[in-house]
C-alpha cells in the first residue's frame, strides 16, 4: 500500500515502469506491452492519473541543442529562520526561470538549488540580480557542473514497490 491507501498491482507497476521512459507510447502499444486490452488499460491509467500517481506528461529537450549552457548547482543559507523568511524566499525563487530545481534541506544550510545559465557571466548576473531582491540570502556557495554523469526523473519504480511490500 502506497500514500493514501492507493494499491498498486504488477500491472499497475508496468504501466508506471513503461510510461517514465516512454511517455510518447500509444495507449494501444501500451495495452499490449503489459497484456491487457485498451479498454481496462486505459481505466487503470486514468485511474494512476486520478490518484496523482503520473502527475504530468513532459519533453525532456537535448541540452545540446541550446549549448553551450552552464548548469551551476547554489547552496544557500537564509539571514534569519523564521517562518516568513524560508515562506519570502521560497516564493522568490519561483520567479527567476533560471532556478529548475530548489531544494529545502536540513542540516548546515537552507536550500539546494539547480541553477541554469548561458555562461559565468550569465550565473554573476544570476546572483547580482538574486542579492538585490533581498531575498533574505546570507551567504551562497556555488558548484559548476563540469560534465553530467547520470540525469534521470525516473523513480526506482521497483525498488520503492519491494521496501514498500517488505515493510507491511
Same mark, same amino acid.
Given at each position: /500500500?502506497?500514500?493514501?491507501? !492507493?494499491?498498486?498491482?504488477? +500491472?499497475? #507497476?508496468?504501466?508506471?515502469? =513503461?510510461?517514465?521512459?516512454? @511517455?510518447? =507510447?500509444?495507449?494501444?502499444?501500451?495495452? &499490449?506491452?503489459?497484456?491487457?486490452?485498451?479498454?481496462? %488499460?486505459?481505466?487503470?491509467?486514468? +485511474?494512476? &492519473?486520478?490518484?496523482?500517481? #503520473? &502527475?504530468?506528461?513532459?519533453?525532456?529537450?537535448? *541540452?545540446?541543442?541550446?549549448?553551450?549552457?552552464?548548469?551551476?548547482? /547554489?547552496?544557500?543559507? !537564509?539571514?534569519?529562520?523564521?517562518?516568513?523568511? $524560508?515562506?519570502? $524566499?521560497?516564493?522568490?525563487?519561483?520567479?527567476?526561470?533560471?532556478?529548475?530545481? %530548489?531544494?529545502?534541506?536540513? @542540516?548546515?544550510?537552507?536550500? =539546494? !538549488?539547480?541553477? *541554469? *545559465? +548561458?555562461?559565468?557571466?550569465?550565473?554573476?548576473?544570476?546572483?547580482?540580480?538574486?542579492?538585490?531582491?533581498?531575498?533574505? !540570502?546570507?551567504?551562497?556557495?556555488?558548484?559548476?557542473?563540469?560534465?553530467?554523469?547520470?540525469?534521470?526523473?525516473?523513480?526506482? #519504480?521497483?525498488?520503492?514497490?519491494?521496501?514498500?511490500?517488505?515493510?507491511?
Amino acid at each position: /500500500m502506497f500514500a493514501a491507501g !492507493l494499491r498498486l498491482d504488477d +500491472r499497475d #507497476i508496468a504501466i508506471l515502469k =513503461i510510461l517514465q521512459t516512454e @511517455g510518447r =507510447i500509444t495507449k494501444a502499444a501500451l495495452a &499490449e506491452r503489459v497484456n491487457l486490452s485498451p479498454t481496462p %488499460c486505459w481505466g487503470r491509467l486514468q +485511474r494512476l &492519473e486520478k490518484a496523482g500517481v #503520473i &502527475e504530468s506528461y513532459e519533453a525532456r529537450l537535448s *541540452v545540446k541543442v541550446f549549448a553551450p549552457l552552464s548548469f551551476v548547482f /547554489m547552496e544557500a543559507e !537564509l539571514d534569519s529562520h523564521q517562518t516568513e523568511d $524560508f515562506d519570502r $524566499f521560497e516564493k522568490a525563487v519561483q520567479d527567476y526561470p533560471e532556478i529548475q530545481e %530548489c531544494w529545502a534541506v536540513g @542540516g548546515g544550510l537552507d536550500y =539546494i !538549488l539547480k541553477i *541554469v *545559465v +548561458r555562461d559565468v557571466d550569465g550565473y554573476q548576473r544570476f546572483v547580482d540580480h538574486l542579492l538585490a531582491a533581498k531575498v533574505g !540570502l546570507k551567504r551562497y556557495f556555488t558548484y559548476v557542473v563540469t560534465k553530467p554523469v547520470k540525469q534521470t526523473n525516473a523513480l526506482p #519504480i521497483d525498488l520503492l514497490v519491494q521496501e514498500q511490500s517488505s515493510s507491511a
